[in-house]
């Protein structure tokens, strides 16, 4: 026994089974299904895959942060391909797979026979593997070939291929490295990598290969993850390579080299997947999974760090305490908070059909403050005004994939029904999933019309770029150096550089000096502006399109004594964005109504819950609904002459 409790994989696997256990006492007909466990192990079979590369790396001392970006560029290499070029789909995976080995080369040479180091170098490649991604793909690649789709999306005895193939990476990896000793090479280099070279193992072309083996299997991941969504996202595989780590660690491996097993890939991926699913379930906020995961990592780090010092069984005494700690966590019920929640739940008056209700919002960035102010706000109030539970999930931070797999998760929990952000064609399917699972399913802010979805509510990106455009145009004269920003990459936010570029376009004298990509966050506006304004003083006009743009831009506009001159348009309207239009920073708010089309997309779903409003004896059955399939809910526009009607007094 005691040898079994020193054996790290082991007491990991252990770990899981009490996890499972206590997940099944507490949730018992939403976490221990058949369809539940299935989807846990299809959203971890790409972190799985990429950790399984990531833990030989470790194990010979060295780390890749380039292998999110490498996921994303691959899908969006191979798509670029398969949809441009009219490449078969064989030569398509191919050329990608071959480009993911030429950069896992370049990693590899530059840090074995050139000595730079693996964070600085890694950190830079990550940048360069996004761009290209951008480059390649620009807002994402939809209607990919059908045989292409098939690699993730066929079944093989009830279970989606990307969990077949990450069991036979993970078993085949587990086999070479305990049997073959060119693998078993790695242990002496991550123990003692001079002692290694000493005694005749070429430490060059060792660390090369482990580079270019994690760089093919992200490029497989990224395959199989653009095959499973149907679409190559230039965003897909952001944070990844903190979450492979994270799983690699928990898995035996130690961040000084030397230990761990390609099974404890697997068993740490899967771990953190467990708790992930649990979070959905429980409806934990994307606030509480961001702490509680990063409460995982910092305890992964721990347990390598007092390993070194201590017996395992000791060691394992403490996680577990606290694991069980974490799960009394998202167990309790907290009370909700009037203002800033992301769940709400509220004690029915009525009858005991809508004491059973429950509403969930599902957005792509739940922590964003204009989603907070406006869409959660709203959602909230509504779920009071009718007095049902709502609960708001999604990740943290923009991550389309990750939304995707909370609906795919959300959707086993059987919900009254979704409210969904659109954010990107590729979460058509998950759409479809939730309306083939009889959940009414609603769309709001963009739209996804080759979704199943049964009405949207929102506003015509395009429309807000041509407004942009046509108040710039006034506001210039027509003539002028002109930039503009956003999240690149994003349909929407491309939908709209589509709508700008269309107005100015017909002026000639308009001359557009470069499209930039802040992020979402003011710093980047800000210091892109700053940028800009040193490279063209005679700047005459700045576009931004996501709610942290116009404070950026502003910012610096007004640090370089140029407000009112370098003239600013850009979309949203919280107080920041209406005292800088106030004090004449910015010239033009292009604002959604999103508490409009908020509410509304809840009462919407309310209506075909409780059949407000039929069209026959049975819509369901009829293929129809009784909503309009679109409701435009329009822009304001919001200018130095009618902003003090917005101000808060």
């Keep these: 026994m005691k040898k079994l409790l020193s054996d790290r994989i082991y007491s990991l696997g252990l770990t899981i089974v009490v996890v499972a256990l206590l997940a099944s006492l507490l949730f018992p007909g939403k976490f221990p299904t058949f369809q539940n466990l299935s989807q846990i192990f299809l959203n971890l079979s790409i972190d799985t895959i990429v950790a399984v590369g990531m833990m030989l790396l470790l194990i010979s001392g060295a780390f890749d942060l380039s292998v999110g970006s490498l996921v994303a560029f691959s899908g969006c290499l191979a798509a670029y391909l398969m949809f441009f070029m009219n490449v078969p789909v064989p030569l398509a995976l191919l050329v990608s797979l071959l480009f993911s080995l030429i950069i896992g080369f370049v990693n590899g040479y530059l840090i074995a026979y050139q000595g730079i180091n693996p964070m600085v170098q890694t950190l830079a490649m990550m940048g360069i593997v996004r761009g290209l991604a951008l480059l390649v793909s620009g807002a994402g690649i939809q209607g990919l070939p059908y045989w292409f789709n098939a690699i993730s999306q066929s079944?093989?005895?009830?279970?989606?291929?990307?969990?077949?193939?990450?069991?036979?990476?993970?078993?085949?990896?587990?086999?070479?490295?305990?049997?073959?000793?060119?693998?078993?090479?790695?242990?002496?280099?991550?123990?003692?990598?001079?002692?290694?070279?000493?005694?005749?193992?070429?430490?060059?072309?060792?660390?090369?290969?482990?580079?270019?083996?994690?760089?093919?299997?992200?490029?497989?991941?990224?395959?199989?993850?653009?095959?499973?969504?149907?679409?190559?996202?230039?965003?897909?595989?952001?944070?990844?390579?903190?979450?492979?780590?994270?799983?690699?660690?928990?898995?035996?491996?130690?961040?000084?080299?030397?230990?761990?097993?390609?099974?404890?890939?697997?068993?740490?991926?899967?771990?953190?997947?467990?708790?992930?699913?649990?979070?959905?379930?429980?409806?934990?906020?994307?606030?509480?999974?961001?702490?509680?995961?990063?409460?995982?990592?910092?305890?992964?780090?721990?347990?390598d760090k007092l390993l070194q010092r201590q017996s395992t069984k000791a060691v394992l005494r403490k996680p577990t305490i606290l694991i069980i700690l974490i799960f009394g966590m998202w167990s309790c019920e907290l009370p909700p908070r009037e203002n800033g929640t992301t769940k709400q739940s509220t004690e029915s008056k009525a009858d005991q059909a809508i004491e059973n209700e429950e509403y969930v919002m599902i957005t792509t960035a739940v922590s964003m403050p204009m989603y907070v102010n406006h869409d959660q706000a709203a959602f909230i109030k509504w779920g009071k005004e009718r007095n049902v539970k709502v609960s708001i999930l999604g990740p943290a931070d923009w991550d389309v994939p990750a939304q995707i797999n909370t609906i795919e998760e959300v959707i086993g929990t059987k919900p009254t029904g979704l409210l969904i952000n659109g954010t990107d064609p590729a979460i058509a399917q998950a759409i479809n999933k939730a309306v083939e699972a009889g959940i009414p399913t609603i769309v709001y802010d963009s739209d996804i019309p080759d979704s199943k979805r049964h009405a949207f509510l929102g506003t015509n990106w395009y429309h807000i770029g041509q407004m942009q455009g046509e108040e710039m145009v006034k506001l210039t004269g027509g003539k002028g150096k002109i930039a503009y920003m956003g999240i690149l990459g994003l349909s929407n936010m491309e939908d709209g550089f589509r709508g700008l570029l269309d107005v100015l376009k017909k002026y000639p004298a308009m001359e557009i000096v470069g499209k930039f990509d802040d992020k979402a966050n003011v710093e980047e506006a800000a210091k892109i502006t700053?940028?800009?304004?040193?490279?063209?003083?005679?700047?005459?006009?700045?576009?931004?399109?996501?709610?942290?743009?116009?404070?950026?831009?502003?910012?610096?506009?007004?640090?370089?004594?140029?407000?009112?001159?370098?003239?600013?348009?850009?979309?949203?309207?919280?107080?920041?964005?209406?005292?800088?239009?106030?004090?004449?920073?910015?010239?033009?708010?292009?604002?959604?109504?999103?508490?409009?089309?908020?509410?509304?997309?809840?009462e919407f779903l309310y209506d075909m819950v409780h059949k407000t409003h039929r069209l026959s004896t049975n819509d369901s059955k009829a293929g129809i609904t009784s909503l309009p399939t679109t409701v435009n809910t329009g822009l304001i526009k919001i200018t130095k002459e009618n902003v003090g009607l917005f101000l808060k007094k």
């Design 155 to 303: 079944r093989l005895l009830g279970i989606q291929m990307p969990i077949w193939y990450m069991l036979l990476i993970v078993g085949i990896m587990a086999f070479l490295t305990r049997n073959t000793t060119f693998l078993k090479r790695y242990y002496f280099i991550g123990g003692n990598e001079k002692a290694a070279e000493l005694s005749g193992i070429d430490v060059k072309r060792m660390k090369l290969f482990s580079f270019m083996l994690v760089s093919l299997l992200a490029g497989f991941a990224g395959l199989l993850l653009a095959s499973r969504l149907g679409a190559a996202l230039p965003t897909s595989g952001r944070g990844l390579e903190l979450r492979v780590i994270t799983a690699v660690i928990l898995g035996g491996a130690s961040l000084q080299g030397g230990t761990g097993k390609i099974q404890g890939a697997l068993l740490g991926a899967l771990l953190m997947g467990i708790i992930g699913n649990v979070m959905v379930i429980a409806r934990i906020s994307g606030y509480w999974q961001e702490i509680i995961l990063g409460i995982i990592l910092i305890l992964a780090v721990w347990i």
């Design 530 to 602: 700053a940028d800009l304004i040193s490279a063209h003083p005679d700047l005459a006009g700045i576009c931004g399109f996501d709610s942290n743009s116009g404070p950026g831009i502003a910012l610096s506009v007004k640090e370089a004594g140029k407000a009112g001159k370098i003239k600013i348009t850009t979309v949203d309207w919280e107080p920041e964005h209406l005292n800088l239009v106030n004090e004449g920073v910015i010239q033009l708010l292009a604002g959604q109504k999103r508490e409009l089309f908020t509410w509304y997309g809840a």
